[in-house]
């Protein structure tokens, strides 16, 4: 059955009770049609079951997805609402939001740029945007594009600034202004993956500075055209009318309510497509001979760090195995959205997923329905780990550790000769699994693994969540904690993020103010503080002690912001 058929049959399906009798005779004639068809159907049928469990109730928001599998449409279909107040289901030219799949097209536009002659990925990055501080070693196209450049996240210097996110809007012009005043990086260039939404904002600043034009007219030029995706585009503006768009919510005790963002960012985010479309781009991925088959191959190519480790992380798409097999994938997320988009080519099978509410798991959804078509692996034979090794092992991963450049700790203990964590934001621990002395993968999810003992860098343990790295180091707590708070109590100012923090001591707790922001802080080791939201704040002395200054840490993604006491007085 070809793809325009196999849509108009689905089509005829859901299309109401006339369709239902319809849907019952073209069965009939499917049946007779012989067994490939029939294993179609079934499941049709399946992921029909699998959208219901998502969501039993479809009178709020909900899903919509499709499923090609050899160079086929197999299933286009949705349940819930694109839009709640006029009470419209989702149809099969939806328009939805990308959030961060939007990378792989911005990386698709530095490839075909590459592929004109007109820039190189080993260019430093200064060449096109001059403004941007030297910070003593070169950072390069190909750091933006694997997330290794070491930049500093905006949106966590947005957050630390104190700019109110549900008042105000930015744009690549706020950010790229922001950028250029920072003063320094998270590491060297090359030295791991950081992710972080900056290097691809300054890559639609490239493409734009390289190719004279504007992100969405060269992404419509190159890409979107010649593929026939007609209703894929990057938003230019936050007025234009776009028809048959699907709304984000978010719950809230009194029903769904709906965010307004009057944020206008694109490159790291700020596309939109629909599901027919994703679908064939997909094909880039399943077609060896595609024409744009280079495009595969230059997004999926994976870099090494500077130590020689191999990423996991290609250029706007994680490359990652699962159940034995090489996945495509990458996740997007914004405030009342969620999407996926996965290609497995040695199935010739690729899945698009969104969810216009961030309660619904689109990744998890996109799993289940892979599993439809991914046999469980053989059983790979254990590898034998002495128990003597194990024991020592376990006992030397145990004990208290913190996300590097964040205030979020994970406690690492045993019970019953089983290692467990728990973050400092959870309640129960999750047992860990030996594949070895000092690699653990969780019981319940086993593509989430940790590795204690780096042997290089400052981390101590490293989480991988299917490419997603993210870095501990092992700390030691102030016993006890929050002595003498009096003496950080000042006004403090970042000339990198131009605010000024307030400390006070009130009711015998060191509290923090800023535009947005009253937080109380709690000492975890000496003089460093947090507030369990993945912000450390690290005191220091200098001049002999004379003076004080903290530098501020956040998320993973933002290291030693300096903030310099201008004032022992908290202020007003």
Excluded at 228 to 247: Q, Y
Aim: aromatic share 10%; hydrophobic share 35%; net charge negative.
């Amino acid at each position: 059955m070809k793809a325009k058929q196999q849509g108009e049959f689905f089509a005829i399906r859901n299309s109401g009770p006339a369709g239902a009798i319809r849907y019952g005779l073209c069965l009939f004639l499917l049946l007779l049609a012989g067994a490939p068809l029939l294993a179609q159907h079934s499941v049709a049928d399946r992921i029909e079951a699998l959208l219901i469990e998502a969501l039993p109730d479809a009178s709020g928001p909900g899903l919509t997805l499709g499923v090609v599998k050899d160079g086929q449409l197999l299933y286009q279909g949705s349940r819930g609402n694109m839009n709640l107040a006029y009470g419209l289901p989702f149809n099969d030219s939806t328009v939805v939001g990308l959030a961060s799949v939007t990378k792989q097209f911005t990386a698709a536009c530095i490839g075909l740029l590459e592929r004109q002659g007109k820039l190189s990925l080993q260019d430093d990055v200064r060449k096109y945007l001059p403004e941007l501080p030297f910070y003593g070693d070169t950072i390069r196209i190909k750091h933006l594009l694997h997330h290794t450049s070491g930049l500093r996240n905006h949106n966590v210097l947005l957050d630390l600034k104190g700019f109110d996110f549900t008042t105000r809007g930015y744009t690549n012009e706020t950010i790229e202004e922001l950028m250029f005043r920072q003063k320094g990086t998270n590491h060297p260039p090359g030295e791991k993956m950081l992710y972080a939404n900056t290097n691809y904002v300054f890559l639609a600043l490239i493409v734009e500075r390289v190719s004279g034009s504007s992100l969405h007219e060269f992404a419509k030029q190159e890409i979107f055209e010649p593929l026939e995706m007609g209703k894929t585009f990057f938003i230019r503006d936050l007025e234009t009318l776009v028809p048959n768009r699907a709304e984000p919510y978010y719950a809230d005790p009194e029903g769904y309510k709906q965010p307004k963002s009057l944020t206008l960012c694109v490159g790291a985010g700020g596309m939109e497509s629909t599901v027919p479309d994703l679908l064939r781009w997909s094909e880039v991925f399943l077609q060896a001979d595609h024409e744009f088959a280079y495009l595969k191959d230059f997004l999926t190519q994976r870099d090494t760090l500077n130590n020689g480790e191999r990423m996991s992380y290609g250029r706007g798409l994680f490359v990652s195995p699962y159940k034995g097999l090489s996945t495509y994938h990458h996740s997007g997320r914004d405030r009342g959205m969620r999407s996926q988009f996965i290609a497995l080519p040695a199935l010739q099978l690729a899945v698009f997923v969104f969810a216009n509410e961030e309660n619904i798991h689109a990744v998890n959804f996109s799993y289940q329905i892979l599993d439809l078509f991914v046999p469980e692996p053989a059983e790979a034979p254990q590898k034998a780990v002495a128990s003597t090794d194990l024991a020592r092992a376990l006992q030397t991963h145990t004990g208290t550790y913190q996300e590097v450049n964040s205030d979020l700790r994970m406690a690492i203990y045993l019970e019953n000769d089983t290692l467990k964590a728990v973050s400092s934001r959870g309640s129960t621990g999750t047992s860990l699994i030996p594949e070895g002395p000092n690699r653990f993968s969780r019981i319940d999810n086993s593509y989430i693994t940790y590795t204690f003992g780096q042997e290089e860098g400052e981390d101590d343990l490293q989480v991988d969540f299917g490419g997603a790295l993210f870095y501990f180091e092992k700390i030691r707590l102030a016993d006890p904690p929050n002595q003498e708070l009096e003496t950080y109590v000042g006004t403090y100012y970042s000339q990198e993020l131009d605010v000024r923090y307030r400390l006070q001591v009130i009711e015998d707790q060191l509290v923090v103010t800023y535009p947005n922001h009253r937080l109380v802080l709690s000492e975890g080791q000496t003089g460093v503080f947090g507030a369990n939201r993945r912000t450390k704040y690290s005191f220091h002395k200098k001049n002999g002690g004379e003076s004080l200054y903290f530098e501020v840490a956040s998320e993973g993604t933002v290291k030693n912001i300096l903030f310099e006491r201008v004032d022992p007085s908290p202020g007003i």
